[in-house]
């Protein structure tokens, strides 16, 4: 059955977002929305969508579905994506996800997009390097343990819109440089006129306009996420002084979420190169503010109850929680290898910026990594906040290494340990130092993956292959290009040694 998803447009008139499920469906869609083109999206291993687009006829020419595009599927180019085959290896299938199409908010021609699985075209099973793959084998590996039958999750995903960027780097110079007509540093800069109202650092959350230049584009881009039956819960100005935004989706399963924070992704930068400006899930751009979180929210739930909720228990949480709770903090620095994983990430990921460093939980203490939110007594809410990841996570990776740590704990009985409601940097040095903190680095988050990686092996969620190629790729194209390279600070301090 098709799937209707009903929102408001800004003239509070009702619009229908139909959703097809089947291929008969997604058929009769793209003849009753004259769609000419289907794009055809996947992941790669880092988390940046791919795309490439067919005439939409040969989706709809078709006698019988089990000779189509849908079972056959169409073949690319897998050595040319990134983290997958070899040149030797290249040829891929795409098999599309019928319940994925929805017409493209950004393309000007009528253009359906779907969300595709990644096939081996000779074995004719899922590719094992499959971003999407992993996470639905995770979703099925929660199934069979029977410890509960679904997992919700909400990701908060963080972001920067800019008015200018530029960088590049030579073999003798480097460099890069941003800017937003809300930076602190422009308070002297002549703008014909300079208006003012530039928010001071860490100030931006969340005066109203004219402080906050971005609430209109915000609202077009809310509306547009919800027009593709993305639903849209707040958006708001964010801590640093320019451009920081966060625009919140309402939760849901982990598959689906991964799909619908691509396309939150997608339409992110689309509407924001609309009005000629920049925007960017990098998690530390600006020196000396706030960097881009993505606090992952997450539960477990059997026959409709929330295993999660225990109205006796510290923070109204179950035993359940808290050892799922033991099993995120036990493989935090494996777990990060996945959802803090660039070099930048750990510019992000230091005390003073309101960043969770600190390896416990608490109720209310956001530099904690495990928060339990307490804005609602209702059972339905009680959940889990991992503060660590950032927007710069591939969504279905880091969800899924979640589930499998929080699996491990509830199976082994984890032990999160005593919870800390106080501010942890005001703790006395002795305190202070019985507490973990996460990696200090991406190669630091690396070495806790190849050391601990059994929990997420378990199912075969997780193959060796992927976890050693993840590690391969982020050392040698990342860790080691950055190694190389003079950085710009470097001549300040050693020019004149």
């Not at 097809?20 to 291993?45: A, G, R, S, W």
């Not at 780097?169 to 208006?195: A, R």
């Not at 027009?227 to 935004?245: M, S």
């Not at 982020?474 to 080691?480: H, T």
């Amino acid at each position: 059955m098709t799937t209707l998803v009903t929102v408001k447009d800004p003239e509070k008139e009702l619009v229908q977002a139909t959703r097809p499920t089947t291929p008969e469906e997604v058929k009769h869609y793209i003849k009753e929305h004259n769609i000419q083109v289907v794009d055809l999206k996947f992941n790669d291993l880092p988390g940046l969508w791919q795309h490439f687009s067919i005439p939409a006829a040969d989706l709809t020419d078709y006698e019988k579905v089990e000779k189509s595009i849908w079972v056959e599927g169409i073949g690319f180019d897998g050595s040319s994506i990134r983290g997958f085959q070899k040149i030797q290896e290249s040829d891929m299938l795409l098999i599309p996800d019928p319940k994925t199409a929805v017409l493209d908010p950004v393309c000007q021609i009528p253009t359906l997009s779907v969300i595709c699985d990644i096939y081996d075209p000779i074995t004719k099973e899922p590719y094992s390097r499959d971003p999407r793959y992993i996470a639905r084998k995770a979703e099925e590996h929660l199934k069979k343990t029977k410890i509960a039958d679904l997992s919700y999750w909400g990701p908060e995903a963080e972001f920067f819109i800019f008015d200018d960027i530029r960088f590049d780097q030579g073999e003798n110079f480097g460099y890069y440089y941003l800017d937003s007509v809300e930076g602190d540093w422009n308070t002297g800069k002549d703008e014909k006129p300079n208006l003012g109202y530039k928010s001071r650092y860490k100030e931006g959350y969340f005066p109203v306009p004219p402080h906050d230049t971005l609430q209109d584009i915000r609202s077009e881009i809310m509306l547009t996420l919800r027009r593709t039956g993305i639903p849209v819960e707040v958006h708001h100005h964010e801590v640093a002084t320019a451009g920081q935004c966060e625009i919140d989706i309402r939760y849901g399963t982990l598959v689906n979420m991964a799909d619908n924070l691509l396309m939150y992704k997608y339409v992110i930068k689309n509407v924001a190169r609309k009005y000629n400006k920049t925007a960017t899930f990098m998690p530390k751009p600006i020196f000396k503010d706030n960097g881009s979180g993505m606090h992952v929210h997450s539960s477990l739930w059997k026959e409709g109850t929330n295993l999660f909720y225990d109205g006796k228990g510290y923070a109204l949480i179950s035993d359940m929680c808290k050892w799922y709770i033991g099993g995120l903090l036990k493989h935090a620095h494996a777990i990060l290898a996945f959802g803090a994983p660039t070099t930048n990430s750990y510019r992000r990921l230091v005390p003073g910026y309101e960043a969770p460093v600190n390896l416990v939980c608490s109720a209310r203490n956001r530099s904690a990594v495990c928060r339990i939110p307490m804005y609602s007594t209702n059972p339905s809410a009680k959940r889990v906040e991992f503060r660590a990841p950032d927007p710069s996570a591939n969504p279905y990776l880091v969800f899924a290494a979640m589930l499998m740590a929080g699996l491990d704990g509830i199976k082994n009985k984890i032990d999160p340990g005593q919870p800390i409601d106080k501010n942890i940097y005001e703790l006395p040095a002795e305190e202070k130092k019985k507490i973990r903190s996460v990696p200090g680095s991406l190669e630091e988050a690396l070495q806790g993956l190849e050391q601990d990686h059994e929990f997420l092996l378990q199912g075969d969620v997780f193959t060796k292959d992927v976890i050693d190629t993840w590690i391969q790729y982020k050392r040698e194209v990342e860790i080691d290009a950055m190694k190389l390279r003079p950085h710009p600070h470097e001549f300040y301090m050693y020019f004149d040694v």
